[in-house]
């Protein structure tokens, strides 16, 4: 049985199964990108759920494995070297679980460097920018009478949803027509839109290749199950 006392983030949330990978992690866009990409690829692993409360990401035992305070974060009792390795950033893990199960990643080095680049462009732009829209249109900033950073983060929410409607004309998925890692980076932030309340604002119905992508997205098996893993409370 695998050691995994080095971790101190184990000592709030117990391993069962110090054997198989440990997700830590929360159903957000940027959470289920894990789980998703786990059930995806079929690597064994235990999901413990950890709430978005500073009792839990600000507490020292998660700091331990991710002093971003952010999820998602894994520990891999079965590293590259032999060793447990701990990782945090969604992006990276992504990566890292794609590599590890030769899966998800493309079939050649063009493949790979596409993919990863639709990766950088949910981690860089997408993500950012639709999560300030969200605070803006829904959350503490939609009270504000400045309605400047609203129309900011809307205007880019539209221009960011244009490059992915164009580049999905004719594509099955964004990198091609194998589904990969870029997808499930992509669209759960796609969804997110919904939970926003900002469809219509931000015109989700006149792109309608992403209306049919992220359909595609959720029809799939292992993201059905990624979407509520871990399950909250």
Do not use: C
Request: net charge negative; charged share 20%.
């Amino acid at each position: 049985m695998t050691d995994l006392s080095a971790f101190p983030i184990t000592k709030k949330w117990p391993a069962q199964n110090p054997d198989v990978l440990q997700l830590y992690s929360f159903p957000t866009p940027n959470g289920v990108k894990a789980s998703i990409a786990l059930e995806e690829m079929g690597i064994p692993y235990e999901a413990h759920l950890v709430t978005l409360a500073d009792a839990d990401v600000k507490s020292p035992e998660f700091l331990s494995l991710n002093p971003n305070n952010k999820i998602p974060a894994i520990i891999d009792p079965n590293g590259p070297d032999g060793t447990p390795i701990g990782l945090f950033e969604s992006g990276a893990i992504l990566i890292y679980l794609a590599e590890k199960s030769g899966k998800l990643l493309g079939n050649n080095a063009t493949e790979r460097a596409q993919i990863i680049q639709w990766v950088m462009f949910q981690m860089g732009g997408l993500g950012p920018m639709l999560g300030q829209l969200g605070f803006f249109y829904k959350f503490a900033g939609s009270e504000w009478e400045d309605k400047r950073p609203m129309e900011r983060y809307l205007n880019e929410g539209k221009r960011l949803l244009n490059v992915l409607n164009l580049e999905l004309a004719g594509k099955e998925w964004i990198a091609g027509s194998e589904f990969s890692i870029a997808d499930i980076a992509i669209a759960p932030w796609l969804r997110a839109l919904d939970f926003y309340g900002a469809k219509e604002a931000i015109g989700w119905e006149e792109h309608g290749n992403l209306v049919d992508y992220l359909k595609r997205f959720e029809a799939r098996p292992a993201v059905q199950t990624g979407l509520v893993t871990p399950p909250r409370d």
